[in-house]
């Protein structure tokens, strides 16, 4: 995805930290396989999941944050 598509317009930008932009085509955002071992990478325990799709993204992606944790 160009991620120019999606950028905070300029006068916003310096108010926001660096971010990830993770290109998916599946319902999980841990399915691409990027997510997980930058977490671990960062030794980040706690993520917030947001969305529009409650019931299919978010949830998809929280199932397997929970999955992910529990192995």
Do not use: W
Not at 5 to 34: H, M, N, W
Not at 59 to 71: E, G, H, K, N, P
């Amino acid at each position: 995805m160009d991620t120019s598509l999606i950028d905070l317009v300029p006068a916003l930008q310096r108010y926001a930290p660096p971010s990830e932009v993770f290109d998916r085509k599946q319902y999980s955002t841990f399915a691409c396989g990027r997510l997980h071992p930058l977490l671990r990478e960062r030794r980040i325990d706690t993520v917030i999941v947001t969305g529009s799709e409650n019931d299919i993204c978010v949830l998809s992606s929280v199932l397997s944050a929970v999955d992910l944790v529990t192995d």
